[in-house]
């Protein structure tokens, strides 16, 4: 990547740069190795904090048993840049000076979305109840979690009641080189397609009963 290190970038330019595993999942690079006990893992850990302050950009990272998971996005900007993906690529090269491989299952990303008629009449309760924070309007989601531990939530527009169906729904991120292994295998469990027409930005599916999830990719958000 050319050009100053806050410079923004796609999801598209940084998943062609990227070196495996790290992936783009809802503006923010993802990756996780497997370390088999804590001590190796700290060890790694040990190398990353030394890269990112050599950088001057950090990731957030979660250590584990026996693995390590790490996460990249520009936080000032909102967005990514060309900053994450440097340091991304680094990190990945620390790993294979380690020989730590990284976990067999991709990376994914939850979050819960909530339909709403009235979302600034409702925001308000689920910020309480669940004691989030507010998100900028930049970002994929309108609250998060101020312990960057569990999903994000945002809400989405309803134009008239809809009472026949659920109004909430899971949003999965998953790399976009994987999706289509993964609609297969719910689609094998007698799950259902319900609808194709914005991939593949997302997928619209059910389980038997009917309850939705909806499969997200970075691909055609740019």
Not at 36 to 50: H, L, Q, S, Y
Not at 93 to 119: C, Q, T, Y
Not at 166 to 180: E, G, K
Request: glycine letters at 6%; one cysteine or more.
């Amino acid at each position: 990547m050319t050009g100053s290190t806050g410079t923004p970038v796609s999801a598209a330019a940084a998943t062609e740069a990227l070196s495996d595993p790290w992936r783009v999942l809802a503006g923010t690079l993802y990756a996780a190795y497997k370390t088999g006990n804590m001590v190796r893992g700290g060890e790694f850990v040990a190398k990353i904090i030394d890269a990112a302050e050599a950088a001057g950009h950090h990731p957030d990272v979660e250590l584990r048993y026996g693995s390590v998971h790490l996460a990249l996005t520009t936080h000032s900007a909102h967005r990514l840049t060309e900053a994450d993906v440097m340091l991304a690529n680094a990190l990945a090269a620390i790993a294979v000076d380690l020989d730590i491989a990284p976990l067999d299952a991709p990376p994914s990303r939850f979050e819960l979305a909530i339909d709403a008629l009235d979302i600034a009449k409702i925001r308000p309760f689920w910020k309480a109840v669940l004691g989030y924070q507010d998100e900028p309007e930049e970002t994929s989601i309108d609250l998060s979690d101020p312990a960057g531990i569990l999903p994000g939530v945002w809400f989405q527009q309803m134009g008239e009641p809809r009472p026949q169906r659920s109004r909430m729904h899971v949003d999965l991120w998953v790399p976009h080189d994987v999706i289509q292994d993964r609609i297969a295998a719910a689609l094998d469990t007698d799950g259902q397609l319900l609808t194709d027409e914005y991939a593949p930005s997302f997928w619209v599916l059910a389980d038997p009963e009917g309850n939705e999830i909806c499969l997200c990719t970075w691909q055609e958000r740019d």
